[in-house]
Each structure stands twice: as structure tokens, then as C-alpha cells.
């Protein structure tokens, strides 16, 4: 969350001298969904889209669009290494997969995408919001987080 304020705080006067300046925010789904154990993870992610509001409110005047991302799970080399250093990484996935709607995790591109997506042209009137990534994830009412 620090990181993010303050990569913001510095690029704000770089970006009020752009012409098509955007901001987008990525933080986590935990940010949308209360479980068991995970009160700093919500409590962060839940800052970023209230920083990333107050930020398009603020921005809005010069031309700067703020907008965030909330991210599921993502199958990158860190979830990997946690799946791995689970006592049976087979059923910590099964887990996983079961809470997606989709079936899946992510791929870090779907994600880079969502960004490309808000920092371009077809988002030209989209500030203020947050764009969840997760494969429904979100919308699932179930603690995977123990693995």
C-alpha cells in the first residue's frame, strides 16, 4: 500500500503535464470478500480502492483517470512456490480451482491485460473504479487460504 502512495504521489506532477494521464492500481480480490485469518490482506487491499476513489476525485480535474485492479489468483512463480510447500500441493490446487467459477487461476498476461485495457483509449471515461480479475473468485464464499 506504501508503495503505491507513493508511486503516486511522485508521478502526479509528471502526469498532470501529460495529455492522456492514467493511473491503475493493482491490489488483490481480498479487498471484496471477508474470511477467516485474513484481516491485514482485506485491510490493504481494501485501502487501495479507497485511495485509488480518492485519487480519481482529486485527479479528475486534470485529466488524470485512477482506477484499480482487484486480482485473483494468479499462476506465477510465488504461487507456484506455495502450492509446492504445501503438504499435498495436488489438493491445495484442487482447492483453488474449486472456489473459481472459471475452473482456473490466471495467467500474469490476463491481468496485464485488464491494465492495458483501463490505461487505454477504450477507458477513456472509466475513473474511480475497480476492475476485479479473479475468475469469480470473489463471489465464492469459501477459505482457501490455509494452504
Known amino acids: 500500500m506504501r508503495a503505491s502512495f507513493l508511486a503516486c504521489k511522485y508521478a502526479l506532477p509528471f502526469l498532470r503535464r501529460s495529455e492522456n494521464a492514467s493511473i491503475v492500481n ?6 471484496l470478500t471477508a474470511q477467516p485469518s485474513r484481516l491485514l490482506d482485506a485491510t490493504v487491499h481494501g485501502a487501495m480502492i479507497s485511495m485509488t476513489r480518492s485519487l480519481a476525485v ?17 499462476d506465477t512463480e510465488d504461487k507456484q512456490k506455495t502450492l509446492a510447500s504445501s503438504s499435498d500441493p495436488e489438493s491445495a490446487l484442487e482447492r483453488i480451482l474449486a472456489v473459481h467459477p472459471l475452473g482456473r487461476i490466471g495467467q ?34 469459501q477459505d482457501i487460504h490455509d494452504i
Open 58 to 74: 482529486d485527479c479528475g480535474p486534470h485529466g488524470i483517470r485512477v482506477n484499480s485492479i482487484c486480482a485473483g489468483h494468479v
Open 108 to 141: 500474469p498476461v490476463e491481468i496485464a491485460q485488464a491494465v492495458l485495457f483501463l490505461l487505454s483509449e477504450a477507458a477513456s471515461f472509466v475513473t474511480g473504479a475497480q476492475l476485479t480479475v479473479d475468475g469469480g473468485r470473489s463471489i465464492v464464499a
Open 26 to 31: 493493482v491490489g488483490l480480490a481480498d479487498a
